[in-house]
């Protein structure tokens, strides 16, 4: 049976009051997760077992739909990262905390639904300048009347716009404090009822978050130049990143549990926190809010010095507002992690963008454009133009990569043959194949490769070299936890960078392929290359997952190659842990804090500070002794578990791996190119859900500035309403593009849908009250469409 994991990286825009219209996607992107992963457990996937509780009545729709396409493929589908901005921000911390731990969202619904109200968000109003107010009411009306009667013919929107009217005039209407606590009410309304240490990442996996966030203060960033010597300049964009890890059976390395919540409700307060309506998020604030919530912050240091770069006598100073003033669609952060992720079968990658309100060209028509006024020109300035960047670029470097990915992959099958030729002299045909007799044949092949690469080697040991001491530089500069990091960081790379080029310089062959000391070095340090080894290894996993072409060899045993790729991952993982700060002890960090001391000032000696720092990096590394233990596992373990065909090419990539990194390393420069898979981009929003989409639909929250669902509760439940239809439609063509072309007859496919939407009405019809109307009328309207299955829903 083939396997694919659909593997999704997610963007989700800001958009103000269309937060509420990220929620209902972010609820169906759970379901389909949840209901994969839970169809394989119960089915003898390669997920973990667990004792999971029964499905709801879409997440049994999704099965279902799953399970039509278990004849082609069996699919797994993984969220490997979130980004977001403002209201993305937002849903995407929520989001990933419930994928991390397997909790739900339906906390999160109630409060948007109930508390994303102008009258709840508002502050208070007393004394006498809310009774002065009240005396232009007659004012507000007529305006109300005149100029925005055709948005807000509603009564209770026209009576909520009225009072926010009356509300503090040149001070942000909303209450940062009140925002805080609903959001730390509803993360742990998310833990009620969660007793088990469940999770929805698979085994060995990682999923990644990205919040943006703008520091108002800024902090000074050093560029250096030729003259002058460098150049200082206020860097306001924070990337803010947290992450799980599922390492090993019923444990989760996670920055998403409840000991996390405080960090990450003051990154949702601070990315939503809209200029002008809200007053700028502090650390201040989320100290009274806690302390009111009588709430500790366990991470709370750690959480200022590593994300924020704030230490204590700078904390009160620093405020941070709306993450989309600097980054409104922020896509290279995902791009960047998701080229370098790995999967645990044939993987189908897709990113998808969230963008309620896309941009239609048609909607201007040929009407003249019109100069802006002194207060339209200040808003879009502010506003409409940083949220509306173009993502062109971004998209376009996906492209290029995706073109590099395919000319690499051909690259390699070209080289191939050749190389197999020559690694084939090197392995013995007549004896079994130890770990010793392996790792002889791959020392011998990588100098085969570098002694044949002639003059070209230079190029390679060069980059190797550089890319290792900027690797130095970060950790010994993470061990420490001194003020200036930039600067001291730079003064280590350039320490590091002088040794290594003096290393090559006074090498005798010129080249530094045998000089013993780049060789001990390499050796000792260059984690990265045992990375992009054991990655190509999985590449080459990867291919066996197809039936062979020739009779004679056996059909492939996927839970065997399941198996043997999450060992390999297992070691990817430890080796990547070897550049993380955590993996040292106190030694370590103060042989690094006497170095960048020395360098810091200029002082830094060969013998007193640079030598005995790479020794204890190699000690403490450990790299020799895994080389023993990968070679082992590619002899012995993968030999248990592979015919003996595919073993014998396995340990022909393994052992020639420095011919392929000759080639591919100095194109790359990073460790990326395992899977050479192509990174496609889909969207989700009301123009693109086509299955239900009727001419003239818009969003109840574009209104007003896109405030409008907060001035309405109907308008909020028709947003997540379709916010769910819209996304359930999307990810259900998502799922079948994984699968292939034509996987599912259109008569399933139309049954498929029409579950799913059914199921979706009769989860909400109970629950949202204030549009019995909508629900109705799209129930109506999902049976016209559909009427072979209208009774679908009810069998889920």
């Known amino acids: 049976m083939k396997e694919i994991e659909l593997r999704l990286a997610l963007v989700l825009y800001g958009g103000v009051s269309l937060a509420i219209y990220m929620h209902g996607v972010s609820r169906e992107v759970l379901n389909l997760v949840r209901a994969s992963s839970y169809r394989l457990d119960r089915n003898g ?78 502050r208070p109003q007393t004394g006498l300048s809310r009774y002065l107010k009240l005396s232009i009411s007659p004012v507000l009306d007529q305006l109300i009347s005149a100029r925005l009667d055709k ?11 009225r009072q926010f009217m009356q509300a503090r005039w040149f001070s942000p209407p909303f209450s940062g404090e009140r925002f805080i606590g609903w959001m730390l009410d509803a993360c742990r309304k998310m833990e009620t009822g969660n007793h088990a240490e469940r999770t929805l990442i698979p085994r060995g996996q990682t999923l990644d978050l990205f919040v943006t966030i703008t520091d108002y203060n800024g902090v000074k960033r050093r560029i250096l130049l030729d003259d002058p010597a460098f150049v200082e300049e206020w860097d306001h964009r924070r990337i803010l990143k947290f992450h799980a890890v ?11 549990d409840a000991d996390n919540i405080p960090e990450l409700v003051f990154t949702a307060r601070a990315t939503s926190s809209f200029p002008g309506a809200f007053p700028p998020a502090t650390v201040a604030e989320m100290d009274r809010a806690l302390a009111r919530h009588d709430l500790d912050w366990p991470e709370r240091d750690t959480f200022l010095s590593r994300e924020l770069c704030l230490t204590p006598d700078r904390t009160a100073q620093h405020c941070f507002v709306d993450g989309s003033v600097v980054m409104n669609k922020p896509f290279a952060p995902v791009i960047e992690v998701i080229e370098e992720r790995p999967a645990a079968r044939e993987v189908a990658r897709r990113l998808i963008y969230v963008d ?21 020109v ?9 949220r509306n960047e173009p993502i062109g670029d971004d998209l376009k470097e996906l492209e290029q990569n995706n073109r590099r990915s395919r000319w690499l992959s051909q ?9 197999e030729q020559a690694v084939s002299r090197l392995l013995p045909t007549w004896r079994a194949i130890t770990a010793d007799i392996l790792s002889k044949c791959r020392r011998d092949a990588t100098n085969t490769a570098f002694e044949q690469a002639g003059f070209a080697f230079l190029n ?67 984690v990265d290359y045992r990375i992009r080894r054991l990655r190509f290894a999985i590449r080459k996993l990867n291919g066996f997952y197809q039936p062979g072409s020739a009779s004679s060899l056996p059909p492939p045993d996927a839970g065997a190659l399941d198996h043997l790729k999450g060992l390999l991952y297992e070691q990817i993982d430890h080796l990547g842990w070897r550049w993380t700060e955590t993996f040292f002890g106190g030694k370590s960090k103060e042989v690094c804090e006497a170095f960048l001391a020395a360098s810091a000032a200029g002082q830094c000696d060969l013998e007193t500070h640079v030598e005995p720092l790479l020794s204890n990096l190699t000690k403490m590394m450990g790299l020799v002794d895994l080389d023993r233990l990968h070679d082992e596992l590619f002899a012995e373990t993968a030999r248990d578990l592979l015919d003996k065909d595919r073993h014998m090419s396995l340990l022909r990539s393994y052992v020639g ?7 591919t390393f100095p194109v790359l420069q990073r460790n990326d190119f395992s899977e050479v898979t192509e990174i496609l981009v889909d969207r989700i929003s009301p123009k693109d859900a086509a299955s239900l989409y009727t001419e003239g639909f818009e969003l109840k929250g574009k209104a007003l500035n896109s405030f409008g669902a907060f001035f309405n509760r109907s308008w909020r439940e028709h947003d997540y309403l379709w916010g769910r239809l819209n996304a359930a439609d999307r990810l259900v063509s998502i799922v079948l593009s994984a699968a292939g072309e034509g996987a599912l007859p259109q008569l399933k496919v139309n049954q498929a849908r029409a579950q799913i939407f059914l199921a979706i009405l009769q989860e909400e019809r109970e629950k949202l009250k204030a549009i019995p109307e909508e629900i109705e009328r799209v129930d109506e309207l999902v049976r016209s469409i559909y009427p072979d299955f209208a009774h679908v829903a009810e069998e889920v």
């Open 356 to 376: 309620p309100t896309p941009v239609d060209f048609s909607e201007g028509g040929d009407k003249p454009m019109e100069l802006p006024g002194f207060f339209r």
């Open 411 to 419: 690259l390699i099958d070209a080289t191939g043959p050749v190389v």
């Open 460 to 526: 390679y040991q060069s980059l190797k070299l550089h890319a290792l001491a900027e690797r130095l530089a970060g950790l010994t500069n993470r061990l420490t936890a001194e003020v200036d990091l930039q600067a001291r960081e730079e003064a280590a790379l350039s320490v590091f960078s002088n040794h290594f080029n003096r290393l090559a310089t006074e090498s005798k062959d010129g080249l530094g392929r045998t000089d013993p000391h780049i060789v001990s070095l390499l050796r000792g340090l260059d």
């Open 246 to 256: 599922h390492r090993t059976k019923g444990h989760v390395d996670s920055q998403f």
């Open 45 to 122: 996937g390669t997920a973990e077992p667990i004792d999971a509780p029964e499905l709801q009545p879409v997440q049994g729709a999704y099965q279902n739909l799953l399970d039509l396409l278990s004849g082609v493929a069996d699919i797994r589908v993984v969220v490997d990262a979130i980004a977001g901005a403002s209201a993305g921000g937002v849903n995407g911390i929520m989001l990933a905390r419930a994928i991390a731990h397997d909790l739900p969202l339906e906390s999160h619904s109630e409060m948007w639904l109930e508390n994303a109200d102008v009258t709840r968000l508002s």
């Open 151 to 161: 948005q807000i013919k509603n009564d209770e929107t026209r009576d909520k716009l």
């Open 657 to 663: 791996f420095g011919f392929y990194d000759l080639i």
């Open 378 to 386: 200040i808003l879009a300035s502010l506003a409409h133009i940083p």
